[in-house]
């Protein structure tokens, strides 16, 4: 009895003060909520025939940084962010509330990466393809847009270049997402008669499915949502797909963590019709066209080392006005209101055929 007593008044202060920063927190989400409100105010009454722009990645990432560049502990700096995230997405829906196309369907690691850049208080809306995320955003019937780029282990995502070569949008921010894949199913482990999901998940973890379910035949799907749904339907079907698939579909998570690297990320790009100011720590990216002749890939590249400027993806495509032509798709670190990124673009202006800058933008915040 003394023990719980001693305990008792041990915890008491501590709830007491825990009580105590509440109320503050509470106060203080009050008093944020009310800038935004005001910045909304001051943003509406701006001259001109523009509509003010509400979503600001530059300044989002600003906050992002420095809150984890302030961050003591013990919340780790990807706790901060996302607690944060959390917060100006709360805000934001008091300015301007978003709408957001991505590819779908829902529970699909898109969808997680909509969560992860715009938080909970953004609308979400699924899309069946890439190119509808495309015409989504382009129509005006959502704000911005959300695809895949790229995986650290299966390469890049072609449909989202090729979507670029014909539209007018420019990439406004990136997430980077790590990938943990789970198996799902309705029944037991030893139940599994079938296993369903995408290609690429279904390459991630070969291994452990050859080592766990060898002869069970494997089903690629559109998408691993679509694979959780297909689980949740049929008996002895298993599925790969993230942890909010099985939320969504109700499924028993038997594994996870199955993927055979276990450093997996896939990136995502934002897509908006605004040009994004510098963050301070920006990526930018070029559509880039050159005449089909020796040499043309290297004077396109030959100044971006001159200047020092570093390249972080470069990747090819056919072009789609002749035969053997091909369009490249360069990222390298930078903004392109900077002068030494300024000087290079017009370089490679001078040996392209056409050079287009799809957006400069912040880098991913962990």
């Keep these: 009895m003394s023990q719980t007593k001693n305990t008792e008044d041990q915890l008491t202060p501590v709830r007491a003060r825990i009580d105590e920063i509440d109320r503050d927190l509470a106060r203080l989400l009050n ?48 706790d901060m962010a996302r ?20 590819l779908g369907p829902t529970g699909t690691y898109t969808e997680a990466a909509v969560i992860k850049q715009f938080g909970h ?26 695809v895949p780029v790229e995986n650290s282990t299966e390469g890049m995502v072609n449909h989202t270049l ?13 997430v980077e997402l790590p990938i943990h ?12 008669t079938a296993i369903y999901s995408h290609e690429q998940s279904l390459a ?5 499915l050859d080592g766990h379910y060898p002869g069970v035949p494997r089903t690629p799907l559109a998408s691993n949502a679509e694979a959780a749904r297909v689980a949740a339907r049929t008996e002895g079907a298993g599925a790969i797909a993230g942890e909010m698939a099985a939320e969504r579909y109700g499924l028993r998570m038997l ?6 690297e276990p450093d997996n990320k896939t990136r995502f790009l934002v897509l908006g019709d605004q040009e994004v100011g510098p963050s301070g720590h920006d990526k930018t990216s070029i559509l880039v066209s050159t005449r089909n002749e020796p040499g043309a890939l290297y004077g396109v590249l030959e100044p971006f080392h001159r200047h020092g400027i570093d390249l972080t ?17 360069i990222d390298f670190d930078g903004h392109e209101s900077q002068a030494e990124v300024e000087a290079v673009l017009d370089e490679v202006r001078q040996v392209s055929v056409e050079v287009r800058s799809l957006g400069s933008y912040p880098r991913a915040v962990a």
């Design 31 to 78: 008093e944020r909520a009310a800038c935004a409100m005001r910045v909304a105010e001051i943003k509406a009454d701006e001259p001109g025939d523009e509509a003010p722009v509400f979503y600001r990645p530059e300044r989002e990432a600003q906050i992002l940084k420095r809150v984890q560049a302030e961050n003591t502990g013990p919340l780790t700096d990807g």
């Design 83 to 102: 607690l944060f995230r959390e917060v100006i997405s709360c805000c934001l829906s008091l300015e301007q509330p978003l709408t957001i196309a991505y």
């Design 121 to 146: 208080f953004a609308t979400t809306r699924a899309q069946a393809a890439i190119d509808e995320v495309f015409r989504e955003v382009e129509s005006g019937a959502a704000h911005c847009g959300v």
């Design 162 to 174: 090729d979507c670029f070569m014909t539209s007018k949008l420019r990439i406004c921010g990136e």
């Design 181 to 192: 894949h789970a198996f799902l199913s309705m029944g037991s482990s030893d139940s599994i």
């Design 204 to 208: 991630q973890c070969r291994r452990w």
């Design 255 to 260: 594994a996870t963590k199955i993927e055979d």
């Design 313 to 329: 993806r470069i990747e090819t495509r056919p072009s789609r006005v002749g035969s053997w032509n091909y369009v490249f798709f």
